[in-house]
């Protein structure tokens, strides 16, 4: 099976530098998504690491550790509108096809 | 705007009802995935589609059915339906099968209520 774990909450003040952890364990592991989710808003894609290392876009960083079953995501100069739930998918092979299994998200406040 | 469209946004009905929510996939994407999501279970995958045929399933219940049509869009029918049912359904699709680089791009969902 696929097991994913993320915090269930954090705090950050505006304009300030976050990180937001995630581990997996899985078996047949092809890449790792983030995901920003605004409440009752559809999940829009921020970043995508199948390699070990640092992906930057922007304010957004995503890094991906595979032998450690280990990624973050990074947020810089935190805005206001940056309050949403972050989610973690894990994207693996099986059986001829390939699934995401998503984690059940961080929800960050960003705070004046 | 992601390119994927879901109708309706909004459906209220009754305990064992059966309803249709529709998807049409962004224009060129070959492959529509339905998601789940409540508060308590997070995005749960219910199952995908690649060019009109089943590709993968995930938990879905065996009264949730759903198919891919030639012009790619995809229904998914609820029957039976239970007040644990309620929830956000959401359709996501991406251009190609799933591998790779391939991203999944996520529609506005539709919120069901069952009373």
């Known amino acids: 099976g696929q097991n994913i774990d993320q915090p269930t909450e954090m705090t950050a003040t505006e304009g300030a530098i976050v990180q937001i952890n995630c581990t997996y364990q899985?078996?047949?592991?092809?890449?790792l998504f983030w995901y920003q989710q605004h409440a009752g808003e559809a999940p829009t894609f921020l970043s995508y690491?199948?390699?070990?290392g640092l992906e930057e876009k922007g304010r957004f960083s995503s890094f991906l550790s595979r032998s450690k079953g280990y990624s973050y995501l990074l947020l810089k100069e935190l805005q206001m509108k940056d309050s949403a739930s972050y989610l973690c998918?894990?994207?693996?092979?099986?059986?001829?096809?390939?699934?995401?299994?998503f984690g059940k998200g961080t929800k960050l406040s960003v705070i004046p | 705007d992601s390119g994927v469209t879901q109708t309706p946004k909004h459906l209220i009905t009754a305990t064992g009802q059966r309803v249709t929510l529709r998807c049409s996939p962004r224009s060129g994407d070959l492959s529509v995935y339905w998601y789940q999501q409540s508060l308590d279970q997070g995005l749960q995958f219910l199952i995908h589609y690649y060019n009109g045929e089943e590709r993968a399933k995930g938990n879905i219940l065996e009264r949730f059915s759903a198919q891919q049509f030639p012009d790619l869009h995809s229904e998914l029918n609820l029957s039976s339906l239970e007040l644990g049912d309620s929830a956000l359904y959401f359709c996501?699709?991406?251009?190609?099968?799933?591998?790779?680089?391939?991203?999944?791009?996520f529609g506005p969902g539709t919120r069901l209520t069952v009373l």
């Open positions: 899985t078996s047949g592991f092809n890449g």
């Open positions: 996501a699709s991406s251009s190609l099968g799933g591998g790779a680089s391939d991203t999944q791009y």
């Open positions: 690491n199948v390699l070990d």
């Open positions: 998918a894990v994207r693996w092979s099986g059986a001829g096809s390939y699934q995401l299994t």
